[in-house]
């Protein structure tokens, strides 16, 4: 005797909200997971400000245009313009080569920029769960003068 099979087939008896009971499951897990890449992103995001940020200091330092403290307003005022308190920035600038002011730089003096700012200030969610309270990001540039040499006036006449 043959049995056939039907055309149509019988839905599975014993498996109704399987799908449903395991997002249930995984949902908390996927949640988490996705929170923590949001999170990462952010940071990611705030470095890069802050960096870009240190370079465009050490970049107007580099002239020797500038005074330490009209750097530090530079690097605020780029740091702000991106959307960041800069209540708690921790700003340094200073000419390594000559241990002074950025502005008495002489060509090919070493400049430094550094800036940081505490991880709490930047958080958008969890992050605290698994950072100290005292964590910082933190950038920094280091740039050569570029300060131009003074030449001789042509139509000076103690040159001749």
């Known amino acids: 005797m043959t049995h056939f099979r039907s055309a149509t087939p019988l839905p599975p008896h014993g498996r109704r909200a399987v799908a449903a009971v395991e997002l249930a499951l995984l ?33 107007q330092a580099a002239t020797g245009e500038l005074t330490n403290a009209q750097v530090k307003d530079v690097v605020q005022q780029y740091i702000a313009n991106q959307g960041l308190s800069t209540s708690n920035l921790d700003l340094n600038v200073w000419n390594q080569t000559r241990s002074g002011d950025v502005s008495k730089a002489q060509n090919l003096d070493e400049l430094h920029v550094t800036v940081s700012i505490p991880a709490a200030d930047v958080r958008w969610v969890m992050l605290y769960l698994v950072t100290e309270p005292s964590s910082k990001i933190q950038a920094e540039a280091v740039w050569m003068s570029v300060k131009d040499k003074e030449y001789p006036d042509p139509q000076d006449p103690a040159i001749e």
């Open 27 to 59: 949902m908390p897990l996927l949640a988490l997971l996705l929170i923590g890449i949001w999170e990462m992103a952010r940071m990611i995001e705030i470095q890069q400000i802050l960096s870009n940020a240190a370079r465009e200091g050490a970049r």
